[in-house]
């Protein structure tokens, strides 16, 4: 799947400060349930290669992180492929 990263906003349909009922209902599938290497405030997609993370149990999204399956677009560029600084 293709993610556009708008920055400080969103990332293809999942906008920054959406609650976590709000992201479930949005994706096309449940998070994972053994997905704690990430910490307790993370879901993980495996299928669509995500997580989102959030502040608190209940809090809203603060950050997303993609997986090799995805796309992440910023630009109009693919960015999987640049490494890490």
């Known amino acids: ?3 556009v990263i708008e920055p400080y906003e969103s990332v293809g349909p999942i906008k920054l ?9 949005l994706m096309p599938e449940k998070p994972a349930n053994d997905h704690y290497f990430r910490g307790p405030y ?3 997609f ?8 959030y502040i608190g149990e ?6 997303i992180e993609f997986s090799q399956q995805t796309t992440a677009i910023f630009q ?3 960015i999987n492929s640049v490494p890490f600084i």
């Open 76 to 78: 109009e560029k693919h």
């Open 58 to 63: 209940n809090g809203v999204c603060e950050a």
């Open 1 to 3: 799947m293709d993610y």
């Open 46 to 53: 495996v299928k669509s290669g995500l997580f989102a993370y």
């Open 42 to 44: 993370t879901d993980f």
């Open 17 to 25: 400060s959406m609650t976590k009922e709000e992201i479930r209902c």
